[in-house]
């Protein structure tokens, strides 16, 4: 086999922030970011989402169209690591719109939504949609608690019911508009495929690692689930990766401007989801780290902070301060399941939710649930984040179970492969990640994995140990298995080239078959209902 291009991964020499070390240039993410909104808004026109579209054709071509290409650019030694990247972007949005496309959502019918109910019930995800596009930005003048879903900050729910007014303002029907809402969500998981890359590449992971992580975020099975869910995750996973990519651009450029993206991310994410709010503990070290080490410029950061402070808390916390001072709402309200609900998993002990075993829950390779044929709902958190991270909350007895059980098992290996990343990159040296970014993304890591265990306890259901809820650990995992065997190369004598070789190809291995399997899955999923 011939080599890859010798104009693979060819990189600028590392001097500045600007002038940092990149595969992908800035310039190339915009007309990315215009190319998806591009194609969301002409999938807005031309798909009708009242019916379930069988997209198997489209996505197959598509993917074929890729695969050539990148046979191509082999062949005519143009198969650079920037065009590997910008294929493995483009397989991502294709599955995601494959999904979207057989996902229905519309007045009556909701395929695998959270919280939504009908439309025109006048409570729910779907009862809040419709508020605002009833009464355009005027706010509920009731407690937001008496409706499920109200209590949350209106910025998703008042951009959906926007887009819908747009779209039915130029004629279409009002079922097809609330399809379209996927389109929105669609266009925010694309997003999120951006900034990881930005991410990535201002820790300066580039060439073979980038394509690892990035391939990992591309065909992951929760990214493309959050495309087609119309709640508001999938707005707040794009603010908390942006605030999360934000804080990275300032620690290593301390602007104003750059801290103002900061703030800006951090209060439009909390307007649209309080969760948003876990990602400031990490940042708020970084500043301490900065305050601490920058002696000299005190007076400057600590000014900055102060424009923080005051960008991001009024707009993070206006909805919750109105709610508070008119109906006495507690900041930090989640609307809580009963205990006589079926879903109600409290009586089990904590010993038996987080480390019994004994009544093999691996049996079922999808989430246990009773109204999906389950004898029990999963109880033991870390067993539903395995099986939610691939599935969801749902059943897919049309994939091949054979399928599904080796992609669950294929998970697995891949968690344990970025714990011991994780692991071997903080106690060994790497020229992309220094002390302090690895005490800031291992602490965002660890902070939500703790927080959703907590979050278990405090509200003990099924559906509470869902992985929607800490989808940014998917991103900071990925990072650390694409930068594992360059890491082991760094910190391994030449000798040992068996050691290099074996982790090397291991890690490609693993990823590949996962991403293999998670796009089968995903393609098969809407070829029969």
Same mark, same amino acid.
């Given at each position: 086999?011939?080599?890859?291009?010798?104009?693979?991964?060819?990189?600028? *020499?590392?001097?500045?922030?600007?002038?940092?070390?990149?595969?992908?240039?800035?310039?190339?993410?915009?007309?990315?970011?215009?190319?998806? /909104?591009?194609?969301?808004?002409?999938?807005?026109?031309?798909?009708?989402?009242? &019916? /379930?579209?069988?997209?198997? *054709?489209?996505?197959?071509?598509?993917?074929?169209?890729l695969i050539g290409t990148a046979v191509y650019l082999k062949i005519n030694d143009k198969l650079t690591w920037q065009n590997v990247i910008l294929l493995i972007l483009a397989a991502g949005f294709v599955l995601r719109l494959n999904y979207c496309l057989y996902t229905v959502v519309s007045a009556t019918i909701r395929h695998r939504q959270h919280d939504i109910f009908d439309f025109g019930s006048g409570t729910g995800h779907s009862g809040y949609i419709e508020f605002f596009y009833e009464n355009g930005f005027k706010l509920p003048d009731f407690n937001p608690t008496s409706k499920a879903q109200f209590y949350h900050p209106p910025l998703h729910h008042f951009l959906a019911a926007l887009w819908m007014r747009i779209l039915t303002t130029f004629g279409a029907s009002y079922d097809r508009a609330i399809g379209s809402i996927q389109f929105l969500t669609l266009f925010y998981s694309c997003c999120v495929m951006l900034i990881s890359e930005r991410i990535l590449d201002l820790l300066n992971i580039i060439k073979k690692p980038k394509a690892i992580a990035l391939a990992i975020i591309a065909f992951h099975p929760s990214s493309i689930l959050i495309a087609g869910s119309i709640n508001n995750d999938g707005l707040a996973f794009l603010f908390m990766m942006l605030a999360f990519y934000a804080a990275i651009r300032w620690y290593k450029d %301390?602007?104003?401007?750059?801290? $103002?993206?900061?703030? $800006?991310?951090?209060? =439009?994410?909390?307007?649209?989801?309080?969760?948003?709010?876990?990602? /400031? *503990? %990490?940042?708020?070290l970084l500043f301490l780290i900065k305050l601490i080490k920058e002696k000299k410029k005190m007076a400057e950061n600590? @000014? &900055?902070?102060?424009?923080?402070?005051?960008?991001?808390? *009024? $707009? #993070? $916390?206006?909805?919750?301060?109105?709610?508070?001072?008119?109906? !006495?709402? %507690?900041?930090?309200?989640?609307?809580?399941?009963?205990?006589?609900?079926?879903?109600?998993? #409290?009586?089990?002990? =904590?010993?038996? @939710?987080?480390?019994?075993?004994?009544?093999?829950?691996?049996?079922?390779?999808?989430?246990?649930?009773?109204?999906?044929? =389950?004898?029990?709902?999963e109880y033991n958190p870390f067993v539903s984040l395995i099986k939610t991270s691939l599935f969801? !909350?749902?059943?897919? !007895?049309?994939?091949?179970? #054979?399928?599904?059980?080796?992609?669950?098992?294929?998970?697995?290996?891949?968690?344990?492969?970025?714990?011991?990343?994780?692991?071997?990159?903080?106690?060994?040296?790497?020229?992309?990640?220094?002390?302090?970014?690895?005490?800031?993304?291992?602490?965002?890591?660890?902070?939500?994995?703790?927080?959703?265990?907590?979050?278990?306890f405090q509200y003990p259901h099924n559906c509470s140990m869902d992985f929607r809820y800490i989808l940014p650990t998917m991103i900071t995992g990925a990072l650390f298995v694409g930068l594992f065997p360059q890491q082991i190369k760094e910190n391994t004598k030449k000798k040992d080239t068996a050691v290099v070789n074996a982790v090397n190809y291991g890690t490609i291995a693993l990823v590949s078959v996962f991403c293999l399997l998670s796009a089968i899955v995903y393609v098969y999923l809407g070829t029969k209902k």
């Open positions: 086999m011939s080599k890859i291009s010798t104009n693979l991964g060819k990189t600028k *020499p590392q001097n500045t922030f600007v002038k940092r070390e990149t595969d992908f240039e800035p310039g190339l993410v915009k007309k990315c970011l215009a190319a998806f /909104a591009i194609l969301c808004v002409l999938c807005t026109m031309i798909f009708d989402k009242t &019916q /379930a579209y069988n997209g198997t *054709p489209l996505v197959i071509t598509a993917m074929l169209v %301390p602007t104003t401007k750059n801290i $103002l993206l900061i703030a $800006l991310s951090i209060g =439009a994410g909390m307007s649209t989801k309080l969760s948003v709010v876990l990602v /400031a *503990p %990490p940042i708020a600590i @000014r &900055q902070y102060c424009i923080f402070g005051c960008v991001c808390l *009024p $707009l #993070g $916390l206006w909805y919750s301060i109105r709610n508070f001072i008119k109906f !006495e709402v %507690p900041f930090n309200y989640v609307m809580k399941l009963s205990e006589t609900s079926d879903q109600y998993v #409290g009586f089990h002990t =904590a010993y038996e @939710r987080l480390f019994d075993m004994s009544y093999h829950p691996f049996e079922n390779t999808f989430l246990n649930r009773v109204h999906t044929g =389950a004898e029990y709902f969801g !909350e749902y059943k897919y !007895e049309n994939v091949p179970g #054979g399928v599904c059980r080796l992609l669950l098992i294929v998970n697995i290996l891949l968690i344990a492969l970025s714990i011991v990343a994780m692991v071997y990159c903080c106690i060994t040296k790497s020229k992309c990640l220094d002390r302090d970014m690895k005490i800031y993304i291992v602490s965002y890591h660890l902070l939500l994995f703790i927080n959703f265990i907590v979050f278990s």
